[in-house]
């Protein structure tokens, strides 16, 4: 079943339990559209990566449905899992680039995964790197980039394969205001062309500036959903 322009993402009443009693989303139920930006906000605990965990599929709901690009998550077989990744690209606060692969070789890899062919491969992954601006950087290893450069490597590597969305955890968490500014803004550029763009973060004063979507999670349960919002409530 497909919801075609609209709810790109769904869920329906989704809680999720952990065996040691942590209760890390209560009864959550919300829509993502087709090229909204969201910011998912909230201390630490809230829940946040767990949500973020649960669009991907890296874990299962213990209650409720969720629908990512059609799909029912939780009636979706082992073997479809690969293709609905396929849909969706990550971005993590601590880059989790291959230390022994080139620039080029990482996002290359990503589309290898997949069964990209390799003329495929030679054709898209300087496409992207052109978009994040890292074309001179491609035979360099991460030990040999900046912070915020590891980081363009990261984007591009969650936008080489076209996804739908990339679900970015804390993509600014390790790097200063300067360089978070730069990472955001790449994000956006990506956003305007029609990938949606959902980012959990603690950075307030990006989230305040820029005024996109903010969902807020508090012990587990969405208490703000606001368009056009702030990190936190006006005093």
Known sequence: MEFGVISLIQFFNVSKHYPNGVKALQGITLQIQRGEFVFIVGPSGAGKSTLLKLIFREELPTKGQIYVCGRSLVRMKRREVPYLRRQ??????DFRLLPDRTVYENVAFAMKVVGAGRAEIKRRVPEVLEIVGLTDRMRMYPHQLSGGEQQRV?????????????IADEPTGNLDLDTSWEIINYLQEINRQGTTMIIATHAREIVDSLRQRVIALDRGRIVRDEYRGAYAHAT
């Open 154 to 166: 990261a984007i591009a590597r969650a936008l080489v394969n076209r996804p739908s969305v990339i």
């Open 88 to 93: 969706i690209g990550m971005v993590f606060q």
